[in-house]
């Protein structure tokens, strides 16, 4: 009886353990979502809740123009929270920012946002921007596929703890 009932809190702990934390979440967001903006280098920096893990090509921010092509950006570069990037702007519209980071619990986050561009000043961009190569013929990441080995022990933990665990019918002394 003491078995089913070490067995039953077990299983219990197992069920109700503490939940997952959350990811990183972005705090702040230079240029700021929907504002306006001035033609001219930009600086796209990105501010996280926790450090960021640098783990060589795992960061990326991607600056779009208002035709939907890319715009020259530098690669992001990472220093604690903060991911950050330079751009050239000349063409008045609205861009989309798209970022992909490593947070600091292993797991890639992305988001995206827009903010609108002015060039009342006649700006012009120059060439000085060395863009960060992006590679987007690459196939998209795909799961792991082991997770049918840790589905299958975890189904032949529960059947041993259950065989460990069953009444047995007593047996007749003869």
């Avoid at 008045?92 to 609108?116: C, L, M, Q």
């Amino acid at each position: 009886m003491k078995l089913n009932l070490i067995g039953l809190g077990l299983l219990v702990s197992l069920l109700v353990g503490p939940g997952a934390t959350a990811h990183d979440d972005v705090i702040d967001q230079i240029p700021a979502p929907g504002s306006q903006v001035e033609a001219g280098l930009i600086e796209i920096k990105l501010d996280f809740s926790n450090e960021l893990l640098d783990l060589g090509s795992g960061a990326e921010i991607l600056v779009t123009g208002p035709d939907g092509s890319p715009a020259a950006a530098t690669c992001a570069a990472l220093n604690g929270t903060l991911a950050s990037a330079q751009t050239d702007l000349d063409q008045a519209g609205t861009y989309n920012v798209a970022w992909r980071v490593v947070s600091s619990d292993g797991h890639p986050i992305e988001g995206t946002y827009k903010f609108e561009l002015l060039n009342t000043s006649g700006y012009v961009a120059s060439a000085n921007i060395e863009p960060c190569l992006i590679a987007t013929s690459a196939p998209a990441p795909q799961e792991p596929a082991n997770y049918w080995l840790l589905f299958g022990s975890l189904g032949l933990a529960a059947a041993g703890l259950f065989l460990f665990l069953r009444p047995r019918k007593p047996r007749p002394s003869n």
